[in-house]
Nanobody, 120 residues
Framework: QVQLVESGGGLVQAGGSLRLSCAAS????????MGWFRQAPGKEREFVAA????????YYADSVKGRFTISRDNAQNTVYLQMNSLKPEDTAVYYC?????????????WGKGTLVTVSS
């Protein structure tokens, strides 16, 4: 069992930045690929970014590539999502997830989410 708690969401103007954090706890979390997903109003949840357990490999959705950066600090039990050059279309509830299966962009454990609102 893994527990995930997101924080850092809020209201920001287009072009601005936010950093999301995901505090993880539970057995073996440090050995899991971790990821971020998002769900915009009226849309399905979609993959945003993922990072391997060692932090050596990262994956990004095309829509955020070059603007978002995922990282992790296993000593602090935390995964981060640095979001720069935010656009109104980035508005969504952002969820932390583990373990992320790269083959299907799915996961077993989810946080409750943090809302990001980008105004134009």
């Amino acid at each position: 069992q893994v527990q995930l708690v997101e924080s850092g969401g809020g209201l920001v103007q287009a072009g601005g930045s936010l950093r999301l954090s995901c505090a993880a706890s539970g057995r073996n979390w440090g050995s899991y690929n971790m990821g971020w997903f998002r769900q915009a109003p009226g849309k399905e949840r979609e993959f945003v970014a993922a990072i391997t357990w060692s932090g050596g490999i990262t994956y990004y959705a095309d829509s955020v590539k070059g603007r978002f950066t995922i990282s992790r600090d296993n000593a602090q039990n935390t995964v981060y999502l640095q979001m720069n050059s935010l656009k109104p279309e980035d508005t969504a509830v952002y969820y932390c997830a583990a373990p992320v299966r790269v083959s299907s962009w799915s996961a077993d454990y989810w946080g409750k989410g943090t809302l990001v609102t980008v105004s134009s």
